[in-house]
T-cell receptor, first 113, second 110 residues
């Protein structure tokens, strides 16, 4: 158990809809990362927050947004969903702003029909 | 270019054999090179990592070999066991961005 909790584990929705994925980092970790994993793209970095502030941005679509709350949990919002958004979304946390080990949750599997 | 190229895509090794997974990168600003192991239904977990000031790091049966001039690094799993069957991702980091390779699915047969 990595100590990172993600909900929901599975989510099925329709195109055009909006969903929110939630992540609780390991106790004490200030950094939260979001990754998208699909079969043909591997693990794609989306965005990182550190202590409530956005720190780094990757290949995150404009339809996607994230935030980290004062209690350090994070949410990833996906809107105007398309079939191609179907993937596993992982949250990871770290005790450091840069470098160090990432602790991944078990992921949220999103299926867009 | 932030790409990390990983090969092979899949690998079948007999129990007791050596598994070798290779990665190559282009961005010389990368300064941290971890390998992650992922079992089905689980998130990736750090296996071993290296910084570019050393050429090799060994932890138990797992060794990273790093060639800075060639911009390549590899994971060697000695005495491969069925329990090592998983997907392995190399990665490279700079400026807080960890870029992953596309993964290698390793199957260790009896």
């Amino acid at each position: 158990d990595s100590g990172v909790t993600q909900t929901p584990k599975h989510l099925i929705t329709a195109t055009g809809q909006r969903v929110t994925l939630r992540c609780s980092p390991r106790s004490g970790d200030l950094s939260v990362y979001w990754y998208q994993q699909s079969l043909d793209q591997g693990l794609q970095f989306l965005i990182q927050y550190y202590n409530g502030e956005e720190r780094a941005k990757g290949n995150i679509l404009e339809r996607f947004s994230a935030q980290q709350f004062p209690d350090l949990h994070s949410e990833l919002n996906l809107s105007s969903l398309e079939l191609g958004d179907s993937a596993l979304y992982f949250c990871a946390s770290s005790g450091q702003a840069v470098g160090g080990e990432l602790f991944f949750g078990e992921g949220s599997r999103l299926t867009v029909l | 270019q932030q790409q990390v190229k990983q090969s092979p895509q899949s690998l079948i090794v007999q129990k007791g054999g050596i598994s070798i997974i290779n990665c190559a990168y282009e961005n010389t600003a990368f300064d941290y090179f971890p390998w992650y192991q992922q079992f089905p239904g689980k998130g990736p977990a750090l296996l071993i990592a290296i910084r570019p000031d050393v050429s090799e790091k060994k932890e138990g049966r797992f060794t990273i070999s790093f060639n800075k001039s060639a911009k390549q690094f590899s994971l060697h799993i000695m005495d491969s066991q069925p329990g090592d069957s998983a997907t392995y991702f190399c990665a490279a980091e700079t400026a807080s961005k960890l870029t992953f390779g596309t993964g290698t699915r390793l199957q260790v047969t009896l």
